[in-house]
T-cell receptor, first 110, second 114 residues
Framework: GNSVTQMEGPVTLSEEAFLTINCTYT??????LFWYVQYPGEGLQLLLK?????DKGSNKGFEATYRKETTSFHLEKGSVQVSDSAVYFC?????????FGPGTRLSVLP | NAGVMQNPRHLVRRRGQEARLRCSPM?????VYWYRQLPEEGLKFMVY????????ESGMPKERFSAEFPKEGPSILRIQQVVRGDSAAYFC????????????FGNGTRLTVT
């Protein structure tokens, strides 16, 4: 079945640093890929998605490109802010539900 | 434009009691998913329901746990005879067609078993 492997955290960065959170997947076919973000005390929110190979999803300065040759969907942001501190989850469909990575906790220091 | 509504936000139960968690999906959504999150861990799928039907309950423990999504009213996740290991955050999510559509999550119910 489909599965996802995600970079373990925690990740601590200074404000304005460059962020990369790695995500690789195993899947049958080419399913849509998602990044979700969870702020403290809240549920997950969709951050961005890509529906086919070479698609780039983007939102709030975050980007991720669907790479079928490396089966990856790495999350990047050029300049992080303190408000980006949260837990980030990579996800993809699995049967009739979704499978999520373990989450990567990001802390951004002022 | 209400999102996914879960209640209660916090629930404390003594061992052996029943816990009942409610979820109202986004307006127009007929697909509901329940996930469990333990502290510092990822989300574990429990059950996927459509109106009046359980589609996939492969992630739900066979005993003490049940879920329903009636024709009218919210989806309910019921845990009977709770034990300390049931303490976790339970998240409900909904989608409009269940096929690769993004999930919309509620803010969760945090269950504490004392």
């Amino acid at each position: 079945g489909n599965s996802v492997t995600q970079m373990e955290g925690p990740v601590t960065l200074s404000e304005e640093a460059f962020l990369t959170i790695n995500c690789t997947y195993t899947a049958t076919g080419y399913p849509s890929l998602f990044w979700y973000v969870q702020y403290p005390g809240e549920g997950l929110q969709l951050l961005l998605k890509a529906t086919k190979a070479d698609d780039k999803g983007s939102n709030k300065g975050f980007e991720a490109t669907y790479r079928k040759e490396t089966t990856s969907f790495h999350l990047e942001k050029g300049s992080v802010q303190v408000s980006d501190s949260a837990v980030y989850f990579c996800a993809l469909p699995h049967g009739q539900n979704f499978v999520f990575g373990p989450g990567t906790r990001l802390s951004v220091l002022p | 434009n209400a999102g996914v509504m879960q209640n209660p936000r916090h629930l404390v139960r003594r061992r052996g009691q029943e816990a009942r968690l409610r979820c109202s999906p986004m307006k127009g959504h007929s697909h509901v998913y329940w996930y469990r999150q333990l502290p510092e861990e990822g989300l574990k799928f429990m059950v996927y329901l459509q109106k009046e039907n359980i589609i996939d309950e492969s992630g739900m423990p066979k005993e003490r746990f049940s879920a329903e999504f009636p024709k009218e009213g919210p989806s309910i996740l019921r845990i009977q005879q709770v034990v300390r290991g049931d303490s976790a955050a339970y998240f409900c999510a909904s989608s409009d067609d269940g096929h690769n559509s993004p999930l919309h999550f509620g803010n969760g119910t945090r269950l504490t078993v004392t």
